[in-house]
């Protein structure tokens, strides 16, 4: 198993940059893709980002690409989503999760380890 931790949410001005991190423990985070998602008040859970196992391959929802950015850091267990331009519809409570059953996937439903959230909050 692995645990996965969320931090770095907050309250940001339209147009200002946040960076999120997600520490894991546990298990070989390289084992992991990882991913990103989020989920506003009202809304269903939805992908934002992801990034594969071992070829730091990535993907972006539609919403966020050219603003966002995934990466890993495999020495500090750590995955980040760098978060610039944001606007208020980015405001929700982002998660991060990783996968046991895969080597790379934008499905929530192939994301099996989940953070307790962050809650990123951006003003207009």
């Known amino acids: 198993q692995v645990q996965l931790v969320e931090s770095g949410g907050g309250l940001v001005q339209a147009g200002g940059s946040l960076r999120l991190s997600c520490a894991a423990s546990?298990?070989?985070?390289?084992?992991?893709?990882m991913g990103w998602f989020r989920q506003a008040p009202g809304k269903e859970r939805e992908f934002v980002a992801a990034?594969?196992?071992?070829?730091?391959?990535?993907h972006y929802a539609d919403s966020v690409k050219g603003r966002f950015t995934i990466s890993r850091d495999n020495v500090k267990n750590t995955a980040y989503l760098q978060m610039n331009t944001l606007k208020p519809e980015d405001t929700a409570v982002y998660y991060c999760?990783?996968?046991?059953?895969?080597?790379?996937?934008?499905?929530?439903?192939?994301?099996?380890?989940w953070g307790q959230g962050t809650q990123v909050t951006v003003s207009s």
């Open positions: 999760a990783a996968s046991s059953i895969t080597a790379f996937a934008i499905d929530i439903r192939a994301y099996d380890y």
């Open positions: 546990g298990r070989t985070f390289t084992r992991y893709p």
């Open positions: 990034i594969a196992r071992f070829t730091n391959s990535t």
